[in-house]
């Protein structure tokens, strides 16, 4: 079963408002990241988080993790048209945690009207 | 210092036809992973292999896939037989060490279409 459930799984807003997607995983992680894919493209990396740390950011970009609660959110501020794309979640559970890559969750589409 | 390359971009195959998807890592990187991608759905992790060695297959189907990651040259992941639920893009990935702590860097994808 998907490690990260990403929600909502699509999202639509103005430019110029915040984005909030928030993913959710199962089991015990070294790290939690996010990436973001552009349709028909490879999926680029835009932030990993340890499990030891509880907020971190990057430019427009802040993403916390709350590892009581096994969830993570990331936050988009400020948004702009190219921030239309898919954004995932992905864990790294570590040796004995499953499979020895991340484990993806299946995405929230965010769709930024101009 | 050039990406992570996959070739072919598109590959259409008949059924019963075999696919060969390619992966050169970046530039230093000894550990490739590949995933797979239906329509709307999140990466499946299949294989991960450094140089010359498979160290987990467990997202791979049992049979028809194969990877391999030789001492030279690019990763290959390999279907036999295909079927038209083979069709997905197939997403090539590496790092310089293992996921523990380090981001992955993707390749484009090979869109596999099978007729």
């Known amino acids: 079963s998907q490690q990260g459930e990403e929600d909502p799984q699509a999202l639509s807003i103005q430019e110029g408002e915040n984005a909030t997607m928030n993913c959710s995983y199962k089991?015990?992680?070294?790290?939690l990241q996010w990436y973001r894919q552009n349709s028909g493209r490879g999926l680029v990396h835009l932030i990993l988080i340890r499990s030891n740390e509880r907020e971190k950011h990057s430019g427009r970009l802040r993403v916390t993790l709350d590892t009581s609660k096994k969830s993570s959110s990331l936050l988009i501020t400020a948004s702009q048209a190219a921030d239309t794309a898919s954004y995932f979640c992905a864990t790294d559970a570590g040796s004995g945690g499953g499979a020895d890559g991340l484990t993806f969750g299946k995405g929230t589409h965010l769709i930024i009207q101009p | 210092n050039a990406g992570v390359m996959q070739n072919p971009r598109h590959l259409v195959r008949r059924r019963g036809q075999e696919a060969r998807l390619r992966c050169s890592p970046m530039k230093g990187h000894s550990h490739v992973y590949w995933y797979r991608q239906l329509p709307e759905e999140g990466l499946k992790f299949m294989v991960y292999?450094?140089?010359?060695?498979?160290?987990?297959e467990s997202g791979m189907p049992k049979e028809r896939f194969s990877a391999e990651f030789p001492k030279e040259g690019p990763s290959i992941l390999r279907i036999q037989q295909v079927v038209r639920g083979d069709s997905a893009a197939y997403f090539c990935a590496s790092s310089p060490a293992g996921v523990t702590n380090e981001k992955l860097f993707f390749g484009s994808g090979t869109q596999l279409s099978v007729l």
């Open positions: 089991t015990s992680i070294n790290n």
């Open positions: 292999l450094q140089k010359e060695n498979i160290i987990d």
